[in-house]
T-cell receptor, first 114, second 115 residues
Framework: GNSVTQMEGPVTLSEEAFLTINCTYT??????LFWYVQYPGEGLQLLLK?????DKGSNKGFEATYRKETTSFHLEKGSVQVSDSAVYFC?????????????FGSGTRLSIRP | EAGVTQFPSHSVIEKGQTVTLRCDPI?????LYWYRRVMGKEIKFLLH????????ESGMPNNRFLAERTGGTYSTLKVQPAELEDSGVYFC?????????????FGQGTRLTVV
């Protein structure tokens, strides 16, 4: 079946450090891939997405590239800020319409020290 | 425009009691989903409504959980009777019923604690 495996947390970094959160997936067909973020006290928000192989999703300085050959969608940011502290979820949607359920990874808690 | 709203934000109940969670999707969104995150694990799909119809309820854990969406607007998720393992954060999401991989919008979640 379809599944997502992401890096265990928590991850603690200093401000301006480089961030990588690993994510790999298993899916049939051609899934869309997502990173969602949950800031403290808020709901889940879509951070970025990629819908086909070699696409790069980007937002707020974060990037992730859809790698079909390695079935990966690692999240990166060159210089993290304290405001990036949150829980990050890698996810996929395997359907071809908006009516497709999302399959999430277990989440990675990120804490940034000033 | 209002986003997806969920009530209550937090509920603490005793084992054996009943709790009803509510989700108000974004106006006009025909797709409505319920998800649950238990004990810091992955967020798991529970079920999917298209308007008032259950499209997929394969993720519902057992018959203690009952979801409804009368009139295709807001949805409720009732847990009766609640057990300790039902504790977690319940998320609702909605999206429009159009083609393509569109974004699902999530609510803030309801944190349920069963003691």
């Amino acid at each position: 079946g379809n599944s997502v495996t992401q890096m265990e947390g928590p991850v603690t970094l200093s401000e301006e450090a480089f961030l990588t959160i690993n994510c790999t997936y298993t899916a049939t067909g051609y899934p869309s891939l997502f990173w969602y973020v949950q800031y403290p006290g808020e709901g889940l928000q879509l951070l970025l997405k990629a819908t086909k192989a070699d696409d790069k999703g980007s937002n707020k300085g974060f990037e992730a590239t859809y790698r079909k050959e390695t079935t990966s969608f690692h999240l990166e940011k060159g210089s993290v800020q304290v405001s990036d502290s949150a829980v990050y979820f890698c996810a996929l949607s395997a359907g071809y319409s908006s009516a497709s359920k999302i399959i999430f990874g277990s989440g990675t808690r990120l804490s940034i020290r000033p | 425009e209002a986003g997806v709203t969920q009530f209550p934000s937090h509920s603490v109940i005793e084992k054996g009691q009943t709790v009803t969670l509510r989700c108000d999707p974004i106006s006009g969104h025909d797709n409505l989903y319920w998800y649950r995150r238990v004990m810091g694990k992955e967020i798991k799909f529970l079920l999917h409504f298209v308007k008032e119809s259950k499209q997929d309820e394969s993720g519902m854990p057992n018959n203690r959980f009952l979801a409804e969406r009368t009139g295709g607007t807001y949805s409720t998720l009732k847990v009766q009777p609640a057990e300790l393992e039902d504790s977690g954060v319940y998320f609702c999401a909605s999206s429009p019923l159009i083609g393509g991989n569109t974004e699902a919008f999530f609510g803030q979640g309801t944190r349920l604690t069963v003691v």
